[in-house]
């Protein structure tokens, strides 16, 4: 057993040894050719607080922007629904500076998987709807939540409608 072990020593030390340091900026051996540090690669980050309600559209202080509402079980929008997105799609159209989230929810009936599933509809008819009045796709993605961002606990019918939504989430780009 004892062989095994140094063998094992031996392997992990010649490995270690022959590991190099990382190569100076401007060096030959850099692959960034001194360009830049993957330090400098990293995502920007700012303590500058958004200007928006990170809520979005759910938290009513957007103006402009508004919450979807829908049917059980349906990722359909009624005539008043439209008229919300007709007002959506102007808030996004004279914002493009900003990407817009839409966020597809559901009630917490029925199963997760099924939940996301519908959520997923909900937010991808509704890009689609948007840019058929004119906003760049390129302002808007889409993410589905299912039943797991609920606004209302609620084991009852407005609990349950105040829940089977969609919610408009603007970002700086």
């Not at 997760?112 to 760049?136: D, P, S, W």
């Not at 606990?153 to 408009?168: C, I, K, L, P, T």
Request: glycine share 10%; net charge neutral; with cysteine.
């Amino acid at each position: 057993m004892k062989i095994f072990r140094y063998i094992a020593l031996v392997v992990i030390v010649g490995g270690l040894a022959s590991c190099k340091s990382a190569p100076k900026k401007g060096s030959s051996n850099d692959p960034l050719g001194g360009a830049a540090s993957v330090e400098d690669l990293s995502p920007e980050i700012s303590d500058k607080a958004l200007s928006f309600d990170t809520s979005g559209s759910d938290g009513g202080s957007i103006n402009g922007l508004y919450t979807l509402r829908f049917q059980y079980n349906l990722a359909s929008f009624s005539e008043e629904e439209k008229r919300k997105l007709v007002s959506n799609a102007e808030w996004i159209k004279s914002h493009p500076g900003h990407t817009v989230q839409i966020e597809g929810h559901a009630d917490a009936r029925g199963t997760t998987q099924y939940n996301l599933a519908l959520g997923e509809r909900r937010a991808k008819v509704i890009m689609e709807y948007l840019i058929g009045l004119g906003v760049n796709s390129n302002q808007l993605t889409t993410v589905s939540y299912g039943e797991e961002k609920l606004l209302d606990y609620q084991d009852s019918e407005v609990g349950h409608a105040m829940n089977r939504r969609a919610n408009f989430v603007p970002v700086k780009n």
